[in-house]
Each structure stands twice: as structure tokens, then as C-alpha cells.
């Protein structure tokens, strides 16, 4: 065992053996020098020495220790926020996925106010008037009051327009008529309501002069400011544990007639005057589901950090860990040496470098979509919410599958709370599934293939992200394979044209034996989510390759060298992976297949040197990784002892259930 300022033999090796400037790295994902230095001028300032705050780990602690814990932390954490961080960010970049990632550092799971700060606040900013904003805007940024966002049901999440929960419109009093009819009309998941909100965003059906115009947000006070009793007619509590979010104490909330003054309906989109008169402002009728938009481009970022975070504890760990031997009598080698575990791990690493660079890109096309929008221009619109939705469902289920496999990567000590895998696997779990799940949301973009196909039939211009279509309707033949970037990604592309095309034809043939248009939709559902994958990784595949080129164009050879190799890697990988639809839709041979194969494993043993030097150019720090397997020191089996010391468990040697329980059972006869 080394002391315990000494870095790990096996690590400080691996640094040795690392041919390229890590500093360089990490300005590309940082997205620039600039970027860099702010970033770790918000982490000196938010973290201050260290933030953990906690003796007892999070894990030892009863939910509802648990929670006040959190709930203490959040406010240490929202102080520094808005006291030193939002001077640093400037007001309009709160949400800065930098901000959010020193959260990290003080919760293992989740803040209580992370939905305040992720979906209350960007609803005021996404669906209020001006005026409105000037009232709660400064409120909720000052965190005078604490909201949640409450749009599911107990009884719907996916489809909104089924949504129970009334708010009618009285004009005898200028008020809505909060009410919940059913059981299943009860709001159930918000994160913050069970406890913690004084305020929520409640999605409600609208009801004026008699009849219903469907769905819009209203932003309703459902807690005394001053003794945090629920209002009279407000019934709210927590839902019960769950598989991770559990400081999040997500909530449920039942309205019985509850009123609110009519400006607490959030107007930017849609108005009712006084006299109950309703006025649609938007032109486009889902405008009001801007903030899920908003919140599924910042998930491709989430994804890309938390995987970056499970593989640096997976690399690191691998680096210390010895097992087996490879011949009779021979040193134990570390575990990254065995070909299967880079094959687990390089992977992950490219992987989250082609969800960062996507992000940005997302993020960039976002703001553009946005000021268009402000000028009153929305055809980029159904644009960005197919790109939104297959890249927030691919970029989380493929983080979830990634971060799994760290975890597999780490044998039993991967299992450990301690080694923040688990914690890591239960947030990026459910990303899958909230702000819409994983398939319905491939079947939004589905959607918008077909009719970009459609589209690509009649000759008319198709917008750019689905260009490819034109140029693949021509090709009757399949596609030339090239092994080559450019040449898997026309290929992967030439996979989601030939899909989609099949899709079209399926429907079309599905409606010839009589079907309608729904149920031969319905049919081919299978199908169609498939298509909106393929279309999807092409994307990816496109955006990495071309994003890294450009990055890297003044970079030093070996940096462009080590990011050549990874980028090479995510390509022949998927190709792999894909074979089956490769041989279906281009060229390509068994051969060609067996020589992708050939390449993949070169290029682990290229990458092999660099492993711990690309995990390191995350750049992230021990107190946000929170990892006992993953630290810059590598003191793996120092730190889990050390974590033994603070289970509660421990603190007696022997427990007094033995004298209750044990001694007993073990006295009575049979
Ligand atoms: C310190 C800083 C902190 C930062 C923190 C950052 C991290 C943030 C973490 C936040 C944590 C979040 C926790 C979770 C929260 C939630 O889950 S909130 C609830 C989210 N709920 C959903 O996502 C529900 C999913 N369902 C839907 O989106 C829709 O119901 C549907 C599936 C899209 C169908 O809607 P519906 O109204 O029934 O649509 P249709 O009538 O069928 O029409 C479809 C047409 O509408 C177009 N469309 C649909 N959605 C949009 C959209 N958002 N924008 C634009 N257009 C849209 C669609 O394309 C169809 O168009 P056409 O084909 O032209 O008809
Ligand atoms: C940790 C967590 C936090 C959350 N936080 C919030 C929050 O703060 N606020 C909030 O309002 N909500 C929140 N949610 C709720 C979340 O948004 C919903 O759970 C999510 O949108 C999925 O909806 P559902 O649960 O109704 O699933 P369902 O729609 O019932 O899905 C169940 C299955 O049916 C399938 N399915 C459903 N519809 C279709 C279809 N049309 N075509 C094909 N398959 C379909 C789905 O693919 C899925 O496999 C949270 C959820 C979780 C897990």
C-alpha cells in the first residue's frame, strides 16, 4: 500500500507513458482556453476547499436523514449560487451546465432544488409575458420562492393532451378553478413537490366561456410562505422511494376547487382576458411545451458529463487493479491491459465525447432556433424538436448502457454506493425515461422523416439535418462501401434512408389492404423507431467526425493523433455493431467486415497507452467525482477502507439487534 500522499505507482506510470498534452484535451472539450479557466474559477469558488459536507455518507442514512441532509446542502450550495456564482455567469446563464456540475460535489444524489433551478425558472423565462416575469422572475432567482414543475399525472406522462387536472375560468372573480377530478388526474413525479416547493408550474386543461382549449401552464402557490402548511384545497406529499432521485422527494398534488388570480396563468403563448375571452398569441400550438425542448438539449449534455465521470472511475480503477496472470507464474497484469476491458472502456470515453461535441452543436442549433423565434419566425421549429428528441432518447440510453458497463468493469467493487457508479447508473436511468421516454420520443422524429421523405419525393427542399434524403432517394442501388470516416458515415446514413424509405412503403401498402392511416402507422411503429435511430447515429457519427476535425485543425500532432484514434474508434465500432443493417443497405463484404474487426483491435492497443491521459483530460475533480475507485491519486483500497470507518454499522462491535433478535433465535429450540 502506498502513504497516503503517494500517488498510485500504476497511475503515475500510465501518466508517464501518456504521448500527449492533456492541457490541450481538455481546452477541446471545454470548448476553448477561455471556457477552461472559467470553469475552474466557478469550481474554486463553488467548491472552496472541498464541499462534501457530509461524515455519514448520503447511502448510510435513513431517507428521511437523507433528505433534511440534502436539503441543508442545497441551501449551502444555493447561497454560494446566487451570492458568487451568477456574478460569475452573469444572470442569463444560471443554467450553465458548468453551475450545474458543481452541484456535484455536494449531493450524491439529487439536490431538492434542482428542478427549481432546471424547470421552474426556464418556464418563467420560456412562458411568461414580460410582465410576468418582472414579478416571479426575480423572486425565483433570489429563491424567495421555491417551485416544481408538475405536469405528469398519476394516470399520464407521455400523452399531455390527456392530462386531467381543470383550471376553469371564472370571470365573476377573475380567477382559475384549480381541480383534480380522478385519481389518476393527480400530479405524481414532480421533483422538489413532495416537500420542498412553496410554488409549482401546474399543467392544467383550460376551461373558458364553456368550452376546453387544451392544455397550458399556470404557476400556482400551493404552500404557506411562512409555516409551509398546504394551502386549504392543496393535498401534496411525497410519492415514496425510488431507484435513485431519492433527495429529490418528487411529489403528488391533488387540487379540490383551488383558486388563482388569472395572471397566474403563463401568458406568452395564450391569453384569457377578464371576461373569459380566450386569445391564442403563438402561431405554433406547441410552444407551450417549450421548456421540455429546452431541458431535453441540456440532457445530451448531462449525458455526456455523467458518462465522462463513470468511465474516468472505470479507466483509473482499471489502471490499479491486477488480476489473473497471463502465463503460469507471471506478474499479475492491471486489468486495462486485457483487450475485453478496453473494449468495455474505450468505447465510453469516445462515447462521451460524441455526445459533448453533439451537445454543443444541439445547443448552438437551440440559440439560433430561439432568436428566430423571437422574431416571429418558427419553421425551424419541428426541426428542432426531431433533433431534440432522438438525441436526448439516444445520448441517455446509450449513457445509461455505457456507465453500466464501467460498472462491469469494475467487478464487485463497482457494485459499492461508494464507488458512485450506482449513483451515476440510477440518475442517467431515468433520463431515459423523463422529459419523454425513449421511444416516444424517436417516434416525434419518425414523424418528421417520413415527412421529410415525403418531401424528398416531390423534389422540394428538405431541411439540413435530413439533406442525405435527396441524395439517397436518387440511388436505387446500394450504397458503395468506402472503410473510411466519410464512408461509414454515408453508409450509416444510406441505413436511416433505406429505413425510412421502407417505412413509407410499409404504410403506403398497409393503407392499399384497407387500413387507415393510424393503424398502418401503428403497424409499423417497430420499424419506424428503428429508422429514427439509424437516422440519429448518422447524425452523431457526422457531427463527431466533422466537429473533431475542425477542433483539432491547430492542435499538436499527437493531440490530433490520440482524438484521430478515438474518433476512428466510435466510427468502426458502430460499424460493427451495425453490420447487419451495413450488408443490408451498402456493399460491404463479409471481408470488409472481418478487416473492420482487424482495425477495431489495432486501435485498442493504439489508445491502450493514452487510456488514463484521455480519462484525465475530463479534467474532473475528486470532490465531484465522489468516487473511492476513481480519485487522481488511485488510492483505491485506502479510500474504501476509509469509507468502512464511516458506516454507521461500524461504530459498536457488536450490534444490538443480536441481543433482540440473534441470541434469541439462535437459543430457541426447533
Ligand atoms: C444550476 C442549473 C441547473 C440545470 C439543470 C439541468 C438538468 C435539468 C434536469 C431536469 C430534470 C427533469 C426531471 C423530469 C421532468 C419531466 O419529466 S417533466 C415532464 C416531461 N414530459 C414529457 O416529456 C412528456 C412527453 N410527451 C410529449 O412530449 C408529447 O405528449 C408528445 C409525445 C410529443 C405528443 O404530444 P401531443 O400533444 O399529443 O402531440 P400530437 O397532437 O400528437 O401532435 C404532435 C405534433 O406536435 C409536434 N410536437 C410535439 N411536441 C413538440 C414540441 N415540443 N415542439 C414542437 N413541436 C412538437 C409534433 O412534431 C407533431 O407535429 P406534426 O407531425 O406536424 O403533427
Ligand atoms: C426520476 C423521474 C423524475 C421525474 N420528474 C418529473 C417532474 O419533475 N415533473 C413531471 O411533470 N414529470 C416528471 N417525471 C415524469 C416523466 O416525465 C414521465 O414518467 C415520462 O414522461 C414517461 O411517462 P409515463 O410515466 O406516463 O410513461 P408511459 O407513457 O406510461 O410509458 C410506459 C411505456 O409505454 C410506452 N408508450 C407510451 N406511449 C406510447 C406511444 N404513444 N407509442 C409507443 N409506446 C408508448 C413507453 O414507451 C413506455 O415503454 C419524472 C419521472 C421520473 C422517472
Known amino acids: 500500500m502506498s502513504s497516503k500522499k503517494e500517488i498510485n505507482e500504476d497511475l503515475v506510470n500510465e501518466r508517464r507513458k501518456c504521448n500527449f498534452n492533456i492541457q490541450e484535451v481538455t481546452h477541446i472539450i471545454d470548448g476553448g482556453v477561455e471556457n477552461t479557466l472559467q470553469r475552474k474559477k466557478i469550481e474554486d469558488v463553488a467548491l472552496n476547499g472541498g464541499a462534501s459536507l457530509d461524515d455519514v455518507p448520503e447511502e448510510c442514512m435513513n431517507l428521511r436523514e437523507r433528505y433534511e441532509n440534502?436539503?441543508?446542502?442545497?441551501?449551502?450550495?444555493?447561497?454560494?449560487?446566487?451570492?458568487?456564482?451568477?456574478?460569475?455567469?452573469?444572470?442569463?446563464?444560471?443554467?450553465?451546465?458548468?453551475?450545474?456540475?458543481?452541484?456535484?460535489?455536494?449531493?450524491?444524489?439529487?439536490?431538492?432544488?434542482?428542478?427549481?433551478?432546471?424547470?421552474?425558472?426556464?418556464?418563467?423565462?420560456?412562458?411568461?409575458?414580460?410582465?410576468?416575469?418582472?414579478?416571479?422572475?426575480?423572486?425565483?432567482?433570489?429563491?424567495?420562492?421555491?417551485?416544481?414543475?408538475?405536469?405528469?399525472?398519476?394516470?399520464?406522462?407521455?400523452?399531455?393532451?390527456?392530462?386531467?387536472?381543470?383550471?376553469?375560468?371564472?370571470?365573476?372573480?377573475?380567477?382559475?378553478?384549480l381541480y383534480s377530478p380522478t385519481i389518476t388526474s393527480y400530479k405524481w413525479w414532480a421533483g422538489g413537490l413532495g416537500r420542498t416547493a412553496n410554488h409549482c408550474i401546474v399543467v392544467a386543461q383550460l376551461y373558458t366561456q364553456g368550452k376546453c382549449h387544451g392544455v397550458h401552464p399556470f404557476i400556482v402557490q400551493i404552500r404557506d410562505l411562512d409555516t409551509h402548511m398546504p394551502l386549504p384545497g392543496i393535498k401534496v406529499g411525497e410519492i415514496g422511494p425510488r431507484m435513485g432521485f431519492n433527495t429529490a422527494d418528487n411529489g403528488f398534488l391533488g387540487f379540490n376547487h383551488f383558486?388563482?388570480?388569472?395572471?397566474?396563468?403563463?401568458?406568452?403563448?395564450?391569453?384569457?382576458?377578464?371576461?373569459?375571452?380566450?386569445?391564442?398569441?403563438?402561431?405554433?400550438?406547441?410552444?407551450?411545451?417549450?421548456?421540455?425542448?429546452?431541458?431535453?438539449?441540456?440532457?445530451?449534455?448531462?449525458?455526456?458529463?455523467?458518462?465522462s465521470k463513470a468511465v474516468t472511475i472505470a479507466v483509473r480503477y482499471s489502471a490499479v487493479r491486477r488480476q489473473s496472470e497471463l502465463r503460469p507464474g507471471s506478474a499479475e497484469p492491471q486489468i486495462l491491459d486485457y483487450p475485453t476491458q478496453q473494449h468495455k472502456l474505450f468505447i465510453c470515453i469516445a462515447t462521451a465525447h460524441a455526445f459533448q461535441l453533439t451537445a454543443n452543436w444541439l445547443w448552438h442549433t437551440f440559440t439560433v432556433v430561439q432568436a428566430e423565434m423571437r422574431k416571429g419566425n418558427i419553421d425551424t421549429l419541428p426541426e428542432l424538436h426531431a433533433l431534440s428528441s432522438c438525441l436526448k432518447a439516444v445520448s441517455t440510453s446509450d449513457a445509461a448502457a455505457c456507465i453500466e458497463q464501467c460498472r462491469f468493469a469494475c467487478g464487485g467493487h463497482g457494485y459499492m454506493m461508494s464507488s458512485n457508479l450506482p449513483y451515476l447508473y440510477s440518475f442517467v436511468a431515468a433520463t431515459r425515461t423523463y422529459e419523454g421516454d425513449y421511444t416516444v420520443l424517436l417516434l416525434q422524429t419518425a414523424r418528421y422523416l417520413v415527412k421529410a421523405w415525403e418531401q424528398a419525393e416531390a423534389k422540394k427542399i428538405v431541411t439540413p439535418t435530413v439533406a442525405y434524403l435527396n441524395r439517397c432517394f436518387d440511388t436505387n442501388e446500394k450504397v458503395a462501401w468506402t472503410n473510411s470516416p466519410e464512408g461509414i458515415i454515408k453508409s450509416f446514413q444510406a441505413i436511416a434512408a433505406g429505413k425510412i424509405s421502407l417505412c413509407v412503403k410499409n404504410i403506403r401498402q398497409r393503407i392499399k389492404t384497407g387500413m387507415d392511416y393510424e393503424d398502418a402507422w401503428l403497424m409499423t411503429t417497430v420499424q419506424l423507431v428503428s429508422a429514427a435511430e439509424a437516422h440519429c447515429r448518422s447524425m452523431i457519427l457526422d457531427t463527431y467526425w466533422n466537429e473533431m476535425q475542425r477542433l483539432t485543425k491547430t492542435s499538436s500532432d499527437n493531440v490530433k493523433m490520440v482524438l484521430y484514434q478515438l474518433t476512428t474508434l466510435y466510427l468502426v465500432y458502430w460499424a460493427l455493431e451495425k453490420s447487419g443493417d451495413l450488408l443490408r443497405y451498402t456493399s460491404i463484404t463479409e471481408g470488409d467486415i472481418d478487416l473492420l474487426q482487424k482495425e477495431y483491435e489495432d486501435l485498442l492497443v493504439k489508445i491502450r497507452p493514452n487510456a488514463v491521459g484521455l480519462v484525465d483530460a475530463f479534467d474532473l475533480r475528486d470532490e465531484i467525482l465522489r468516487s473511492t475507485l476513481g480519485s487522481y491519486d488511485g488510492r483505491v483500497y485506502e479510500r474504501l477502507m476509509e469509507e468502512v470507518q464511516k458506516n454507521p454499522l461500524n461504530k459498536v462491535p457488536v450490534d444490538p439487534s443480536f441481543q433482540k433478535y440473534l441470541k434469541p433465535f439462535m437459543k430457541s429450540k426447533i
Open 259 to 307: 383558486r388563482i388570480p388569472r395572471m397566474n396563468m403563463m401568458m406568452k403563448n395564450a391569453q384569457v382576458l377578464e371576461d373569459g375571452t380566450y386569445v391564442k398569441v403563438a402561431r405554433h400550438g406547441k410552444l407551450t411545451y417549450g421548456t421540455m425542448v429546452f431541458v431535453r438539449v441540456t440532457l445530451v449534455n448531462e449525458a455526456s458529463f455523467n458518462l
Open 70 to 177: 440534502a436539503l441543508r446542502k442545497s441551501c449551502v450550495y444555493a447561497n454560494i449560487l446566487r451570492n458568487e456564482l451568477l456574478e460569475i455567469t452573469g444572470i442569463e446563464n444560471f443554467g450553465t451546465p458548468v453551475i450545474r456540475r458543481t452541484g456535484d460535489a455536494f449531493f450524491k444524489d439529487i439536490s431538492p432544488f434542482m428542478l427549481h433551478l432546471g424547470m421552474f425558472v426556464p418556464t418563467i423565462m420560456g412562458q411568461c409575458t414580460a410582465e410576468q416575469q418582472g414579478i416571479w422572475l426575480p423572486k425565483a432567482l433570489d429563491m424567495q420562492i421555491i417551485g416544481a414543475y408538475a405536469q405528469t399525472e398519476l394516470g399520464h406522462g407521455t400523452f399531455i393532451r390527456g392530462l386531467e387536472t381543470t383550471a376553469t375560468y371564472d370571470p365573476k372573480t377573475k380567477e382559475f378553478i
